[in-house]
């Protein structure tokens, strides 16, 4: 099941007319890697979010769009449209470069070339402008001197881009360098130190690692290779103490040899160019195809991307640690996780840090001080859709700037520069969304310093019921930098919202994420069918024409195309769900919905006079073909037996992807309709001509009556109905004990000031 994410949802205040309805196709000429390509959405279109945004995560904006944040802040985002020509189908890969002057610069790999854009003030970026190079999904670039290379699988070789006079706002196209036959590659990485570049995954030497001398800046030369296997990124340093002082190492991820059994990591001496040679291998279980990895900074632990393990041999972001103190023989450690289900994908360490672009959860930020155990302190999504496996969103960052300003290039978004902030704040456990009416709930939050410092006498909680304005209360040090506030008691049925904030010693204000609550007494299940016995479920309508793919009550198989899973192999609850033809998993492309639609009857409820909610959870995939994004997943009601319908929720069409996910669904009925004695759904799936792979599913289906009871009597301490010296000895009682039934106030804490509040409610009476 999907795992509950408290977090904040920050607004982006979008300059002018805001993002606008545009897309484009994207078009990919010689990409090869079709994985991705099945992933790819069309672009954002927009006006740069720059001037005018919030300083800092402000959680109470409301924003048209929002990107889920914790401890990092906005700066600023530049569509791809940003970046001329305006017809960048997607971005990849970026770097950073900081100018002798030390103004601070991004470089955004983009379809049709590299963006150069000042960053210096990452409130109001400053485009460069634009290098163009071969259209093609995959660019990459790294930056020796003042000299950015660049490289593509579109070809050209590689792109010498000149940043010497990049403040006076030039940066020139030397050459595109081609030589040995060698056109396209698909990274390229570079040791600053050694000043040697490295070509990755080439059209020459067996996709290997190429050496590369920048001798002269403008004219790199392949000076050496290693081609025993194709190499799809590596990163390469030069020891200076210990057994291998001297020496230039390159770590390897192989994607490949033979067999997807030998993907793994490979440690090269490339020391001599014309006599590099493979000093130690490493493998790790379930492994699928070794992507990207990166050395701790003390070059004790490397930390390693696998990228098509997530909802395969996983289902949550893994990357593995492999202890490679000893270089000759790596030895793994274990993992860490975000605890979300996106791909992993480029990862760099900085400070103590681990920041780890993750596809669809966006940037995530590890705090490796247990370097075989790093734990999340931060994250930023750049797509808010889903955090499941697939290719879309976060592809790679930059976290090397001086000022500490961190750079995101999204495949579908663009550029995103945002910074960590100087002080964490988080719940302390789970935050309550349950709130008993007219009672004070605590709320505890653990606050520590990042990077900065903060002020202990500036936590405050906020709250407010409904739209209502927002108070503000002092949370008081409880020690162990723990700081407690307390809401207040809030009407019954009424819908609450808090968080918490505080104030480093820079002026920033960093806040919790926002939790809403429910104030009720009791949550009553009236209807729950997780679909292992029909209750009364019926498949089918006249008007259906669907030729395949008609809903069952059965287990789903697990159906992948071009990588992705179509229809899952596993449901939220129990062992069936209603799913559109489960033997998917036999022969995809057969059994999936074709030619029209098909359609799925709930009973008939009784739901007169209640103000019920309805969930369920549900799984639509559409892998889109041409024209494929005009099929819909359709949630109706009706309130008279079905007789006329109204739409309670449509999935699609530009929302539909490739494994889209299991994805919680829960809304009030009143919100919809009026509930009557004769309320049904229906769940209407299709597929229309030009035909593509259509499934859906549903299960955990529930009707949910919240209530509220009465307030018990606090004066009637002993429950006997009768207000009387009895209950005060009780109370007293309770009270020298410690019994958290004596904390009147609801702060966690038994002391005179309970006492007091007893006694006040004594003198009043029930």
């Known amino acids: 099941m999907a795992q509950n994410k408290w977090r904040r949802s920050l607004s982006v205040m979008l300059t002018a007319a805001g993002l606008v309805g545009i897309c484009t196709q994207a078009t990919h000429g010689a990409d090869e890697d079709l994985r991705k390509l099945i992933g790819e959405k069309p672009a954002a279109i927009g006006v740069p979010a720059i001037a005018g945004m919030p300083r800092h995560g402000?959680?109470?904006?409301?924003?048209?769009?929002?990107?889920?944040?914790?401890?990092?802040?906005?700066?600023?985002?530049?569509?791809?449209?940003a970046f001329?020509?305006?017809?960048?189908?997607t971005g990849n890969d970026c770097w950073g470069y900081v100018s002798p002057s030390g103004r601070e610069y991004a470089i955004m790999g983009l379809a049709r070339g590299f963006g150069f854009v000042e960053i210096t003030d990452p409130w109001n970026p400053v485009l460069v402008g634009v290098i163009n190079g071969p259209n093609s999904l995959w660019h990459d670039v790294k930056v020796i001197g003042h000299h950015a290379y660049g490289v593509s699988e579109g070809g050209s070789g590689i792109q010498v881009m000149d940043m010497s006079q990049i403040d006076n706002g030039v940066v020139t196209l030397v050459q595109n360098k081609t030589q040995g036959?060698?056109?396209s590659t698909h990274n390229i990485a570079a040791n600053v130190d050694s000043g040697y570049l490295y070509l990755v995954g080439t059209n020459i030497n067996n996709g290997g690692l190429t050496a590369v001398s920048t001798a002269d800046p403008d004219n790199p030369t392949i000076v050496g290779t290693w081609n025993a296997m194709y190499v799809h990124d590596a990163q390469i340093v030069t020891y200076t103490e210990g057994p291998f002082a001297g020496r230039e190492i390159a770590f390897c991820l192989s994607g490949f040899n033979g067999g997807w059994n030998n993907t793994g990591l490979r440690i090269v001496d490339v020391t001599d160019k014309s006599n590099m040679f493979t000093i130690s291998q490493a493998f790790w279980s379930g492994a699928r195809y070794a992507h990207q990895g990166w050395l701790?900074?003390?070059?004790?632990?490397?930390?390693?991307?696998d990228e098509l393990d997530e909802g395969d041999t996983v289902q949550v972001t893994t990357t593995r640690i492999f202890d490679v103190s000893d270089i000759n023989n790596p030895v793994y450690v274990g993992f860490f996780t975000s605890g979300a289900a996106a791909t992993d994908h480029n990862l760099y360490t900085h400070q103590g840090k681990i920041f780890e672009a993750n596809y669809k959860s966006g940037l995530r930020v590890f705090d490796k001080s247990n370097p075989a155990a790093p734990v999340q302190i931060a994250y930023f999504d750049t797509y808010p859709e889903s955090d499941t496996s697939g290719f879309n969103g976060a592809w790679s960052t930059y976290p090397y700037f001086p000022s500490g300003t961190i750079l995101i290039s999204d495949l579908d978004r663009g550029l995103f520069i945002v910074r960590l902030d100087g002080v964490s704040i988080d719940y302390e456990g789970a935050p309550p969304t349950i709130l008993t009416p007219n009672v004070a709930t605590p709320i505890r939050v653990v606050v520590n310093p990042l990077i900065d410092q903060y002020n202990p006498d500036s936590v405050r909680l906020h709250y407010r019921a409904a739209e209502g304005s927002w108070q503000v209360a002092v949370m008081t040090d409880q020690g162990d930098s723990v700081f407690q506030g307390v809401?207040?008691?809030?009407?019954?049925?009424?819908?609450?919202?808090?968080y918490a904030s505080v104030v480093t010693d820079k002026g920033t204000t960093v806040t919790t994420p926002v939790?809403?609550?429910?104030?009720?007494?009791?949550?009553?299940?009236h209807f729950h069918d997780n679909f292992d016995t029909n209750k009364g479920w019926t498949a089918g309508a006249p008007d259906d024409n669907a030729t395949a793919g008609h809903w069952s009550r059965m287990p789903p198989q697990q159906t992948t195309s071009?990588?992705?899973i179509v229809q899952p192999g596993w449901v939220v609850s129990g062992a069936n769900c209603w799913v559109t033809d489960g033997r998917a998993g036999q022969s995809a492309g057969t059994y999936d919905v074709d030619n029209g639609k098909t359609t799925l009857f709930s009973p008939v409820f009784n739901l007169e006079g209640m103000d019920p909610v309805i969930s369920y959870w549900r799984w639509f995939s559409n892998n889109a073909g041409s024209g494929a994004y005009s099929d819909v997943f359709v949630v109706d009601v009706s309130t008279n037996g079905g007789s006329t319908w109204t739409n309670f929720e449509t999935v699609g069409p530009s929302g539909s992807e490739v494994g889209g996910g299991w994805l919680y669904k829960e809304r009030r009925l009143g919100e919809v309709v009026s509930p009557t004695s004769t309320v049904r759904f229906r769940f209407v799936a299709s597929d229309y001509n030009p035909q593509s792979l259509v499934e859906a599913c549903i299960d955990d289906f529930r009707i949910v009556l919240f209530?509220?009871?009465?307030?018990?009597?606090?004066?009637?301490?002993?429950?006997?109905?009768v207000v009387n010296t009895l209950d005060v000895l009780a109370y007293l009682n309770a009270y020298s004990a410690g019994d958290s039934s004596a904390d009147v106030n609801g702060d966690t804490v038994v002391n005179t000031l309970d006492l007091l509040a007893f006694l006040n409610l004594y003198n009043e009476g029930c």
């Open 296 to 305: 701790s900074e003390d070059r004790r632990h490397f930390y390693i991307n």
């Open 515 to 525: 939790v809403g609550a429910k104030v009720i007494s009791e949550i009553v299940v």
């Open 562 to 564: 071009g990588g992705a």
């Open 707 to 721: 209530e509220c009871h009465e307030p018990s009597c606090i004066a009637d301490f002993n429950g006997d109905t």
């Open 58 to 81: 402000d959680p109470t904006g409301g924003g048209r769009n929002t990107f889920p944040t914790l401890n990092m802040t906005l700066y600023a985002w530049m569509p791809l449209s």
């Open 487 to 498: 809401l207040p008691g809030f009407a019954c049925l009424a819908d609450a919202e808090y």
């Open 181 to 183: 036959g060698h056109s």
């Open 84 to 89: 001329p020509p305006g017809n960048h189908s």
